[in-house]
């Protein structure tokens, strides 16, 4: 075996080992968890549950004029909505029993992971209406 296979073939094996190693340190957070999730996410879904919040009383209470104030908030509970509803699929469920709950939670690290992306794109998504709902805000309070 020349040395650029040997390298290529090591380093393989590394990203394999790096893979599996993050899999299960968040399948064993997902497992020592309280909420069925690990902590960053818990303080996502927080922040996605009080932006709703917001967005539900904005829509709400929006003065007349204030259409594009209405939409962007709407817009924003929907995003909301969504990433909730991700949340929601990727929580352990408390009422797992315990001789499964190590197997869901490898399931549910595994799966968080296929949908890293989607996560992240969302949140990114909210985060952008969020900055242009504050900016709305600030423009019809002036």
Same mark, same amino acid.
């Given at each position: =075996?020349? /040395?650029f296979?040997?390298?290529?073939f090591?380093s !393989?094996?590394l990203s ?6 993050? @899999?299960?340190?968040e ?6 968890s309280t909420?069925g ?6 303080? $996502?879904?927080?922040?996605a549950q ?6 539900v009383a904005? $829509?709400?209470?929006? /003065?007349?004029?204030?259409d ?5 908030a709407?817009?924003c509970q929907a995003?909301?909505d969504?990433?909730l509803?991700?949340m929601r699929k990727?929580?352990l /469920?408390?009422?797992? /029993?315990?001789?499964l709950? =190590?197997?869901r939670?490898? $399931?549910l690290a595994?799966?968080? !992971?296929?949908?890293?992306g989607?996560?992240d794109?969302?949140s990114?998504r909210l985060?952008?209406l969020q900055?242009?709902?504050? =900016?709305?805000?600030q423009? @019809?309070l002036?």
């Amino acid at each position: =075996m020349d /040395p650029f296979s040997a390298i290529g073939f090591a380093s !393989n094996i590394l990203s394999f080992v790096d893979f599996g190693w993050t @899999l299960i340190r968040e399948a064993r957070a997902i497992y020592d968890s309280t909420s069925g999730i690990t902590s960053s996410d818990k303080s $996502v879904k927080a922040i996605a549950q009080d932006v709703h919040r917001l967005c539900v009383a904005i $829509v709400a209470s929006s /003065p007349t004029g204030a259409d594009e104030l209405r939409e962007l908030a709407e817009e924003c509970q929907a995003v909301a909505d969504d990433l909730l509803a991700l949340m929601r699929k990727l929580t352990l /469920p408390r009422d797992t /029993p315990k001789r499964l709950k =190590m197997y869901r939670s490898l $399931v549910l690290a595994s799966r968080r !992971n296929l949908k890293k992306g989607e996560l992240d794109a969302i949140s990114a998504r909210l985060q952008k209406l969020q900055l242009q709902l504050v =900016m709305r805000m600030q423009w @019809l309070l002036r």
